[in-house]
């Protein structure tokens, strides 16, 4: 299962996995005055906060609270102030927080990236007004909370993610991993974005860490290779062709000067064509962003992408059979402001609304 492994290596570095659990039972019909979820009843909380949960037609979906009614910076932290539940029972989508940073070969601090990331959600807001997504009223979302990681021990770190995974298949729940589906489905594709190719064999010895996951990945025969693309690759490297073996492999390798200047909107029509009708990964590395934009990461590298950038790449996701995503390597301590961990909170929900079965206006 490396899935599994990846968020420990990797992904794990703080990543928070968007994982599509369950398919809808039934189609939803809502009616035309319930589609504005601004305004949540009132309950009987005894801070006066807004019910966060309610019901459109015969299912119960939660709705985080509108900021007029609700302040912004009350409540427990969770991701988008979903509510949070202590496990995946009955919940199509959920977030995960894996706050490790093990497996990192640079500056540490992944570990708070699921912490600072719930806390800058509180600014998002239940719709999408520019792609007229309502991923809240498609799916019943909340937070899981994040898997117990042994921080002194990567490797004790995947198995504790194994299990916390099996738990959620055990609830009924389909697991949308990579490792996972590699079982339902077949090998996966991927869409990876980032600044690295995270394809290297060994580091220090080491078979897991976070320059390694994908190596594994092709070594476990879970990605379907001729889907799989590598978009933003840059910076200085050990070899003159640094990408040679993802190529090899049938991997599309967009490094970042293909990026520059430009919308990625016809490079995304490219990429989805490529994928097809079979099931896709995302995984959204913060770092394939620059430094400008996402200071807060473990390894920067200069001239990244645009955060415009990243919005067209995931809303050019839209359409395809989305099995899960991630977003990783978001390192507080590098960025005081909370403004990496604002993009990836944003970047988050705009994976939400792009999965399969999400209601558009
Ligand atoms: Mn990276």
Redesign the pocket.
């Known amino acids: 299962m490396f899935a599994i492994l990846k968020h420990a290596s990797k992904t794990s570095p703080n990543s928070f996995a968007l994982l599509g659990l369950r398919r809808m039972k039934s189609q939803m019909h809502c009616s035309p005055k319930l589609t504005g979820i601004v305004s949540a009843r009132r309950s009987e909380r005894p801070d006066g906060a807004a019910e966060p949960r309610r019901r459109l037609s015969a299912k119960s979906y939660n709705v985080p609270p509108s900021a007029e009614f609700v302040a912004r910076v009350s409540g427990i932290s969770t991701m988008g102030k979903l509510p949070f539940k202590e496990s995946a029972e009955g919940l199509d989508a959920a977030f995960i927080g894996v706050p490790i940073d093990t497996g990192t070969s640079n500056r540490p601090g992944a570990r708070f990236g699921p912490r600072q990331i719930r806390a800058e959600s509180a600014m998002l807001r239940a719709c999408n007004g520019a792609t007229g997504a309502a991923p809240y009223q498609s799916l019943v979302v909340a937070d899981i909370g994040d898997v117990n990681v042994n921080m002194y021990d990567l490797k004790d770190t995947c198995k504790r993610i194994r299990e916390a995974y099996k738990k959620i298949v055990a609830t009924g729940c389909v697991p949308l991993t990579i490792g996972e589906m590699y079982i339902v489905h077949g090998p996966v594709g991927l869409i990876h974005v ?3 190719a ?1 394809t290297n064999d060994v580091v220090l010895g080491e078979k897991i860490g976070h320059g390694t996951p994908f190596r594994r990945c092709v070594e476990e025969g879970l990605l379907d290779c001729k889907r799989v693309a590598q978009i933003g690759l840059r910076g200085t490297s050990y070899s003159p062709d640094a990408y040679q073996w993802s190529r090899k492999q049938g991997f599309r390798v967009v490094q970042v000067e293909e990026c520059w200047f430009k919308s990625l909107t016809p490079l995304m029509v490219e990429v989805r064509k490529q994928m097809g009708e079979g099931p896709v990964y995302l995984s959204f ?1 913060i ?2 962003l620059d430094p400008a934009f996402a200071p807060g990461t473990g ?1 920067p590298e200069i001239a990244g992408l645009t955060p415009i950038q990243a919005l067209e790449i995931i809303r050019g996701c839209r359409g395809l059979k989305l099995i899960g995503c991630d977003l990783v ?1 978001v390192s507080p301590p590098y960025d005081t402001t909370g403004n990496t961990a604002l993009l990836a909170a944003n970047l988050l929900f705009e994976m939400m609304c792009v999965l399969p079965k999400i209601k558009y206006y």
């Open positions: 980032d600044a690295h995270d590395d770092d394939s390894t390597e």
